[in-house]
């Protein structure tokens, strides 16, 4: 008697079990996670604005949650340190996603190494079906492609352990650059007749459709021969100007042209070239 006892009550425990941690699955595939990033002003260097949003579409209350966040370079051979900047740019103290501010070094490592860069100051309750939205600055003191990772956390409704949510996402220099589009129709200011080509190697083959999302090109504007797409950071300025339509219509060639047409920017056209390339049409 007292065996079959003990047995049920084993067979119990291991049911719970089962059930908390397909709850906790279930949970766990519910929430989502979203970042945008978009380029805005900073106060130094340059810097884009980070839009964090996390849906619950669970019917249960995520407990307690908090939410952290990593930063890496992208290339791990960074000649120099590069200094990193985040903080909060609109305080939603009701939803509780709060950073503060932090500033320290760009990690060099990867993004899944070592404590996170920021994290909010307290835990919030996301409800059930909610979500809740965070605004960040991210700003650095050197043109530099990021990877990030955001990591959600909050309580398992079961076992009251803690679950962990996490989404990967970068950072273009695209979206670090002032961006624009000159049509060869406009008239071109002083800055742009002043852009010169740069030496050596200099073409690239860029997809329409990116560029056009990247730049904020207008539906009626077309893309001819000598139109610029036009990138400016602290007074530096560096063009891609349409060269040649290519045959399939679905790109375009451009040389690179600069108002320092003598800077070294080789690191730059290649990343640029990786973000805009037809071969990076994903």
């Not at 409800?127 to 939205?133: I, Q």
């Amino acid at each position: 008697m007292q065996q079959a006892l003990v047995g049920n009550m084993q067979q119990a425990a291991q049911m719970t079990l089962s059930m908390n941690k397909m709850m906790e699955e279930l949970v766990k595939r519910s929430v989502q996670v979203s970042v945008f990033a978009q380029r805005s002003e900073a106060s130094r260097g340059v810097g884009t604005h980070l839009r964090l949003a996390i849906h619950n579409r669970s019917p249960i209350p995520l407990l307690q949650t908090r939410v952290k966040l990593w930063f890496c370079a992208r290339q791990q051979d960074q000649d120099s340190s590069v200094q990193l900047c985040v903080r909060d740019v609109v305080k939603d103290t009701t939803g509780g996603l709060v950073f503060g501010q932090t500033d320290g070094e760009l990690s060099a490592g990867l993004v899944d190494e070592g404590a996170p860069f920021a994290q909010t100051e307290q835990t919030a309750e996301v409800g059930n079906g909610a979500t809740v939205e965070a605004e960040v600055a991210v700003e650095v003191d050197a043109l530099v492609q990021m990877n990030g990772r955001i990591a959600v956390e909050f309580l398992s409704p079961g076992t009251g352990q803690l679950l962990t949510v996490s989404h990967r996402f970068g950072i273009h220099l695209l979206q670090l650059l002032d961006c624009s589009f000159v049509c060869k129709k406009s008239a071109l200011s002083a800055p742009h007749t002043e852009l010169q080509t740069i030496t050596g190697d200099s073409h690239i083959s860029i997809d329409i459709a990116q560029a056009r999302a990247a730049f904020a090109v207008p539906p009626a504007d077309g893309i001819e021969t000598d139109c610029m797409f036009v990138m400016r950071s602290k007074g530096n300025t560096l063009a891609l100007r349409v060269i040649r339509i290519l045959e399939d219509t679905n790109g375009v060639l451009c040389e690179f042209v600069a108002s320092d047409p003598e800077s070294d920017l080789t690191a730059m056209r290649l990343q640029l070239s990786e973000e805009l390339g037809k071969s990076n049409n994903a």
